[in-house]
């Protein structure tokens, strides 16, 4: 398989749902895309605006200011002491990086690529991307022997699920034991909301109680898009394990997957600033308390959701029929389909909304 046989876009078949939600009297609800909706923050901008003299070529690699945001961001953030400049690398966004990942580590036909049964449709889209065959699967135990590629993901898109340290060593023992890289996407780990994490932090792969104190195998994928509202920017990184992150590199200088220079300083700026990132969590923390209980409220049964964006939630039957009743109400959701095929009579619901517009779902889920 190719980019010529991949399947159409999948939210295109959204469209006759959104249709029907814009035909509400007081207007659509638009819960579907996580995509920010609040504004950049200062301190980002700012430094965007300084770096816009940017005459020449910008570096793959990452200017050193950059890279040393990341690995301090890890330590101070993620309990990750462990990173130097040549175990991270900037990236044109996070979705770009899971597309391309199998390509980049040389993947193709007869290899197995692994993935939560609960997922990004990406994860998927980059082994066939390749001529690989894409497994999913969430128990280590029962990861082929011969997978090349396993991805996790935590907290988890579309499902809110949380790995925890002992989780992560088990994926990371059973990863090595078979000889496959574990890439873990962890771009929504600033944003935990249940216990323990509304206290403590999601942990990483590269967390030395996962990891086991060694990086090898081991590769960390983040976004700024969620805590920082970078969306627009494409500013993401991954780290890890340095002969990984080089042959990342090399294969990245040749394809000529660079970061724009602007970029790299509002991200070097949004790495070293917490509290901007501690007043996004309030305002989605706020819009999650009030539209969950709306969600249950209307017959839904939320499942984890204990972090992220999103609220992940059944009704019992099947996930476009809900879409449906939501869209009679003007709201428009994601359908579980689009989430891999064992969970197809769930909805996602994002947070990536206005309070207006947030409190006017909660207000029509409760009526409903």
Same mark, same amino acid.
């Given at each position: 398989m190719g980019v010529a046989d991949l399947a159409e876009y999948p939210w295109d078949s959204v469209a006759p749902y959104a249709a029907r939600a814009r035909a509400h009297p007081d207007g659509m609800v638009d819960l579907s895309v996580g995509s920010p909706v609040d504004p950049t923050p200062p301190v980002i901008a700012e430094a965007l605006a300084r770096a816009t003299d940017a005459h020449a070529y910008p570096q793959t690699v990452g200017t050193p200011a950059l890279r040393e945001a990341i690995a301090a961001w890890y330590a101070r953030r993620r309990g990750v002491t462990a990173l130097g400049a040549e175990n991270v690398l900037p990236t044109i966004g996070s979705k770009e990086l899971v597309a391309l990942l199998p390509l980049l580590l040389g993947l193709g036909p007869g290899d197995v690529v692994v993935h939560p049964r609960a997922a990004y449709p990406t994860y998927e889209v980059g082994a066939k991307l390749v001529g690989a065959t894409p497994v999913a699967a969430d128990d280590p135990a029962e990861w082929p022997v011969d997978a090349k590629l396993v991805w996790i993901n935590s907290p988890g898109n579309p499902d809110g699920r949380v790995l925890d340290a002992a989780a992560l060593r088990a994926a990371a023992d059973r990863a090595r034991e078979i000889g496959a890289v574990l890439a873990s996407d962890e771009c929504y780990a600033e944003l935990g909301w249940d216990a323990p994490w509304d206290r403590e932090p999601i942990p990483s792969v590269l967390d030395p109680r996962a990891s086991? =104190?060694? @990086?090898? #195998?081991?590769?960390?994928? &983040?976004?700024?898009?969620?805590?920082?509202?970078?969306?627009?920017?494409?500013? /993401?990184?991954?780290?890890?394990?340095?002969?990984?992150?080089?042959?990342?590199?090399?294969?990245?200088?040749?394809?000529?997957?660079?970061?724009?220079?602007?970029?790299q300083a509002a991200m070097a700026a949004a790495l070293a600033d917490d509290a901007h990132v501690e007043e996004q969590k309030a305002l989605y923390r706020r819009r999650r308390d009030v539209?969950?209980?709306?969600?249950?409220?209307?017959?839904?049964?939320?499942?984890?959701?204990?972090?992220?964006?999103?609220?992940?939630?059944?009704?019992?039957?099947?996930?476009?029929?809900?879409?449906?009743?939501?869209?009679?109400? =003007?709201? @428009?959701? #994601?359908?579980?389909?689009? &989430?891999?095929?064992?969970?197809?009579?769930?909805?996602?619901?994002?947070?990536? /909304?206005?309070?207006?517009?947030?409190?006017?779902?909660?207000?029509?889920?409760?009526?409903?």
């Open positions: 086991g =104190g060694s @990086l090898g #195998g081991l590769l960390s994928v &983040y976004s700024l898009s969620k805590q920082s509202n970078l969306a627009g920017y494409r500013a /993401a990184f991954v780290a890890g394990d340095a002969d990984l992150v080089a042959r990342l590199l090399t294969a990245r200088k040749h394809l000529g997957l660079m970061l724009p220079a602007p970029v539209l969950r209980p709306a969600v249950e409220a209307a017959g839904f049964r939320v499942d984890h959701s204990e972090a992220g964006l999103y609220v992940w939630a059944t009704e019992g039957r099947d996930g476009w029929d809900s879409l449906g009743r939501l869209a009679d109400l =003007g709201i @428009l959701a #994601g359908p579980g389909h689009f &989430y891999g095929a064992h969970f197809p009579e769930h909805v996602r619901f994002s947070l990536t /909304a206005t309070d207006e517009r947030i409190d006017e779902a909660a207000d029509r889920l409760r009526r409903a």
